[in-house]
């Protein structure tokens, strides 16, 4: 009788360890692009882009060329590799820290241009390789390294929602908010980057679909209760859906009240 595959590893994803921590979900991630990669034919004429950040090695985990781009210049790198070769799916992955603070200008600019690119945006609140500092997407009242009495509003200012800054802009795009805590999340944040990577196939505008994510590490909580964490804290304040799609605004997800973390 022949074996049936019913699970196994992407034909995108190398075959190795990867160095997250336990209970991060970078990982999960990291399958996703894989799938959807392998499901649209994309894997061979693929590009991406390393940021610096917990990420930083995801050109080990990946069977496909990558290249890596300096603190925050992802879209930049991205926008550089698609121009010359059109032909190529490129895509950045990047952390907040690495998008939402030194690299924000680089983010906002490539969408406005509407780069035919796509970005892969993963939210866990917080710097996570530099050892756990206040990140733009740090929870209100959330502690730090940086902010040890928790994040305060009246300093720091409020979280910065990227989703939704970006939909604002007038340039079509697709911009989507999901989530990998739990399987059913996962499932939907898979399809939200299938449609993303079709997007760009196609030819039809810049994407990105934010990722909310674990840090247990940094967190300072163990990786279960990081993931009712995550749907406590973040998904009230990060709501999850569609924000803008290339033919006008989705609509969009609106934000619970803000409560201190």
Request: charged share 15%; hydrophobic share 40%.
């Amino acid at each position: 009788m022949a074996e049936t595959v019913v699970f196994a590893r992407p034909q995108a994803l190398a075959p190795v360890t990867t160095h997250y921590c336990p209970g991060c979900t970078h990982g999960v991630i990291h399958r996703l692009v894989a799938e959807v990669l392998d499901e649209l034919g994309l894997r061979q004429r693929t590009v991406g882009i390393a940021p610096v950040g917990c990420s930083v090695l995801a050109y080990n985990y990946f069977s496909t060329d990558f290249h890596e781009a300096a603190h925050g210049r992802a879209p930049a790198v991205a926008t550089g590799i698609k121009r010359a070769r059109p032909d190529l799916i490129v895509f950045a992955y990047q952390g907040d820290g690495d998008l939402a603070s030194i690299g924000m200008a680089e983010i906002v600019h490539a969408a406005n241009r509407g780069e035919k690119v796509t970005v892969v945006f993963v939210n866990n609140a917080i710097y996570g390789m530099t050892g756990g500092q206040m990140a733009p997407t740090t929870m209100p009242g959330q502690v730090a390294t940086t902010c040890p009495l928790g994040r305060d509003v009246n300093l720091a200012g409020y979280p910065i929602r990227v989703a939704e800054l970006l939909a604002t802009l007038r340039t079509p795009a697709f911009v989507a908010r999901a989530a990998v805590h739990t399987p059913l999340h996962t499932v939907t944040a898979k399809e939200m980057l299938r449609r993303a990577f079709r997007y760009q196939a196609e030819g039809t505008c810049f994407s990105l679909v934010e990722v909310l994510s674990t840090c247990p590490t940094n967190w300072g909580i163990p990786p279960v209760e990081a993931t009712a964490w995550v749907e406590k804290n973040m998904v009230p304040y990060y709501p999850l859906g569609v924000f803008k799609t290339p033919d006008g605004p989705d609509r969009a997800p609106r934000p619970a009240p803000v409560e201190e973390a």
